[in-house]
């Protein structure tokens, strides 16, 4: 069974760093790009980041470039989400997902979904 | 203010038929495919739609998809209390090199 497990996130203070893992399990992890979304309290989907099926391609949304990297470690079949300097409105539940193919810029629907970890920016 | 406009409620009563419109542009909608994903408060968003109107595995033929130009569209038919949920329209902007969601739309079912 595919499956996306988060972990990492929690309580930190505004300027704070905090890093998201994202487990994944039941595919060939090396060969899909990743993608992290997420949903700000009484808000909608957010896209983040995502990152190419070889890690050597990354896309941020406006409002994370430059504060957020993604990476994985396909030999750990992870996904990671490093947020620096973080903010208030960054405050949000984040979601890892699966897209379906080797790049995120052709291959961009989100067919697996983890549950969602909770980050609170917060002092 | 998300690239992907959707009006921020729709509703109707069991048994009957909604729309959900997604518009969008010639760098997003207009040359791209929309995906369509139905998120329930505290659980993992799930893909009903794909490439404009393919259904994954397991998703009922009520759910229905439709591109046209720079608009999208996602039929319900059969309305059950279980469709109640937040709708998200999803696409590539080429322009940007993002990924971008539409605001959603809140479905109720009366």
């Known amino acids: 069974e595919v499956h996306l497990l988060e972990s990492g996130g929690g309580l930190v203070q505004p300027g704070g760093s905090l890093r998201l893992s994202c487990a994944a399990s039941?595919?060939?992890?090396?060969?899909?790009?990743m993608t992290w979304v997420r949903q700000a309290p009484g808000k909608g989907l957010e896209w983040v980041s995502a990152i190419s099926a070889s890690g050597s391609d990354t896309y941020y949304a406006d409002s994370v470039k430059g504060r957020f990297t993604i990476s994985r470690d396909n030999s750990k079949n992870t996904v990671y989400l490093r947020m620096n300097s973080l903010r208030a409105e960054d405050t949000a539940v984040y979601f890892c997902?699966?897209?379906?193919?080797?790049?995120?810029?052709?291959?961009?629907?989100?067919?697996?979904w983890g549950k969602g970890m909770t980050v609170t920016v917060s002092s | 203010q998300s690239v992907l406009t959707q009006p921020p409620s729709v509703s109707a009563a069991p048994g009957q038929m909604v729309t959900i419109s997604c518009s969008g542009s010639s760098s997003n909608i207009g040359n791209k495919y929309v995906s369509w994903y139905q998120h329930l408060p505290g659980t993992a968003p799930k893909l009903l739609i794909y490439e404009n109107n393919k259904r994954p595995s397991g998703i009922p033929d009520r759910f229905s998809g439709s591109k046209s130009g720079t608009s999208a569209t996602l039929d319900i038919t059969e309305l059950q209390t279980g469709d109640e949920a937040d709708y998200y329209c999803?696409?590539?902007?080429?322009?940007?090199?993002?990924?971008?969601f539409g605001g959603g739309t809140k479905l109720t079912v009366l």
């Open positions: 039941g595919f060939t992890f090396s060969s899909y790009s």
């Open positions: 999803g696409t590539c902007d080429t322009s940007l090199s993002v990924l971008v």
């Open positions: 997902a699966k897209l379906t193919g080797v790049h995120p810029m052709y291959y961009y629907h989100m067919d697996v």
